[in-house]
């Protein structure tokens, strides 16, 4: 993240997402997790950050049975010893419960608005981490991403968002295997570099919760492109994947 010197390891991502053993009676869901050099101010002043990305993501309710069982054991515990405003203020705003239907069941749920911009942060974090585990060096550049996982208000980061998971499906079997030794509670995959350097990576939670990130290193320089001038000003733009339409500015 930073040029200060490392003083320890950190966990990418944090290793808080993964359950115990204590809590599941033996199963191993911390198997070689991956460890990066941090330096003191970036390693000690995530801790609210983690729970923060704790608790916002073993809440979806889409989540594979090892993130509703992480949810139900050891978050539940931690928010029953939190205050209420951590969840109402920083993890869900504007919190109300709501009753969905699930295989015929109704089940009691949260409903809220993320903070998305906290979210996002918390993600560029753990891409940076990859980062240095894949190659060794420190990312310098900006990050991109999209958060599969939340319904944007503006329907063209809508868009955006189904556009790049369409295009992540699609280019996973030009790419190398998805990594990660506990895939049920995380995994990741490299994208190769496109054509101008870019590279893309995809990283999973639980299962369903999805990312999308893409590396643009500080010597790469973009050529002038006219798709997203378009998009930017306003312009009904039609971005296409195979046989498939993505309109922008409907
Ligand atoms: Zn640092």
Same mark, same amino acid.
């Given at each position: 993240?930073?040029?200060?010197?490392?003083?320890?390891?950190?966990?990418?991502?944090?290793?808080? &997402?993964?359950?115990? $053993?204590?809590?599941?009676?033996?199963?191993?869901?911390?198997?070689?997790?991956?460890?990066?050099?941090?330096?003191?101010?970036?390693?000690?002043?995530?801790?609210?950050?983690?729970?923060?990305?704790?608790?916002?993501?073993?809440? &979806?309710?889409?989540?594979?049975? +090892?993130?509703?069982?992480?949810?139900?054991?050891? +978050?539940?515990?931690?928010?029953?010893?939190?205050?209420?405003?951590?969840?109402?203020?920083?993890?869900?705003?504007?919190?109300?419960?709501?009753?969905?239907?699930?295989?015929?069941?109704?089940?009691?749920?949260?409903?809220?608005?993320?903070?998305?911009?906290?979210?996002?942060?918390?993600?560029?974090? $753990?891409?940076?981490?990859?980062?240095?585990?894949?190659?060794?060096?420190?990312?310098?550049?900006?990050?991109?991403?999209?958060?599969?996982?939340?319904?944007?208000?503006?329907?063209?980061?809508?868009?955006?968002?189904?556009?790049?998971?369409?295009?992540?499906?699609?280019?996973?079997?030009?790419?190398?295997?998805?990594?990660?030794?506990?895939?049920?509670?995380?995994?990741?995959?490299?994208?190769?570099?496109?054509?101008?350097?870019?590279?893309?990576?995809?990283?999973?939670?639980?299962?369903?919760?999805?990312?999308? +990130?893409?590396?643009?290193?500080?010597?790469?320089?973009?050529?002038?492109?006219?798709?997203?001038?378009?998009?930017?000003?306003? +312009?009904?733009?039609?971005?296409?994947?195979?046989?498939?339409?993505?309109?922008?500015?409907?």
């Amino acid at each position: 993240m930073c040029d200060n010197d490392a003083a320890s390891m950190e966990h990418v991502p944090p290793v808080c &997402l993964f359950p115990e $053993i204590k809590d599941t009676k033996g199963i191993n869901f911390r198997k070689n997790l991956i460890k990066v050099p941090s330096c003191d101010i970036h390693n000690s002043k995530k801790s609210d950050d983690d729970e923060f990305l704790l608790f916002s993501l073993t809440g &979806l309710i889409t989540n594979n049975t +090892v993130g509703k069982f992480h949810f139900y054991s050891k +978050v539940n515990r931690a928010i029953r010893r939190k205050n209420k405003d951590f969840i109402n203020k920083q993890v869900l705003r504007n919190h109300k419960y709501g009753i969905v239907k699930i295989n015929n069941e109704e089940k009691l749920i949260s409903i809220g608005h993320p903070d998305a911009e906290r979210l996002a942060k918390c993600f560029e974090h $753990i891409a940076h981490g990859l980062y240095y585990h894949k190659f060794g060096k420190r990312f310098i550049g900006e990050i991109f991403m999209i958060n599969g996982f939340i319904d944007y208000k503006d329907s063209n980061q809508q868009m955006l968002k189904k556009f790049m998971k369409r295009r992540f499906e699609l280019e996973t079997v030009l790419n190398e295997d998805f990594q990660g030794d506990n895939p049920s509670v995380f995994y990741y995959q490299f994208h190769k570099p496109d054509e101008h350097g870019l590279i893309a990576v995809k990283m999973v939670f639980y299962g369903t919760a999805e990312v999308y +990130v893409c590396f643009k290193a500080k010597e790469i320089e973009m050529p002038h492109n006219l798709t997203t001038e378009l998009i930017g000003g306003g +312009v009904k733009t039609i971005m296409t994947l195979g046989d498939e339409e993505f309109p922008f500015n409907d």
